[in-house]
């Protein structure tokens, strides 16, 4: 007899896989930014894209990557305990693009470049918008704000980039469910064959 892991131990280990290498990366880049560039006006941050990810594979879990990649920042940079709050809060914004997938259905995403890099940059600035307004929310300053946005411009290029590199790789940017039953399919073809 075979030693077969259920569907939860899969959805578990990706789950745990994607959630740790994001906040491995997080802390990286935090941590070089507040060391090697301190004064540089910009920053960069993986949650996003990751959380994107996330949610054509796994919907609503897409919430562990958006909270953990947060934390990660906020932890490797020593931040203020509002700044908690801001990034932790405001990364949940980044899940209403569930309703997006829901409409437009991961299956289109994945297949129109177009489509799937929109997808990127939206859950990406929703995210931004998510961190402004809960910003704007605890009393932040409205201008000071809108450096949730222009500072972090490139990690909406980095979630277009990385959306598109994930379309083209076999069963990155899929449901994970229909992977799997898909993967089986082909198997019990191969074998037939």
Not at 5 to 31: P, V, W
Not at 139 to 156: K, M, R, Y
Not at 163 to 183: C, N, P, S, T, V
Request: with cysteine; aromatic share 10%.
């Amino acid at each position: 007899m075979r030693n077969q892991i259920t569907f939860r131990q899969y959805r578990g280990m990706d789950l745990i896989f994607f959630t740790a290498l994001l906040c491995l990366c997080e802390s990286l880049i935090a941590l070089a930014a507040n060391q090697w560039f301190p004064k540089e006006p910009y920053t960069l941050s993986l949650t996003a894209a990751v959380t994107a990810l996330v949610m054509i594979r796994w919907g609503a879990f897409a919430i562990l990557p958006a909270l953990a990649g947060g934390l990660a920042v906020c932890l490797a940079s020593r931040a203020a305990p509002i700044q908690y709050l801001i990034y932790c809060l405001g990364n949940l914004a980044g899940l209403g693009m569930l309703f997006f997938i829901k409409k437009i259905t991961w299956q289109k995403i994945r297949e129109d470049v177009l489509l799937s890099m929109l997808y990127g940059f939206l859950t990406c600035l929703a995210m931004q918008l998510g961190r402004m307004a809960v910003a704007l929310a605890t009393g932040h300053d409205p201008l000071a704000c809108l450096g949730f946005i222009t500072t972090d411009v490139l990690s909406l290029l980095f979630s277009v980039l990385i959306l598109w590199i994930a379309r083209r790789l076999d069963g990155m940017l899929e449901d994970q469910k229909h992977y799997l039953f898909r993967i089986q399919r082909e198997k019990e073809q191969n074998k037939g064959a």
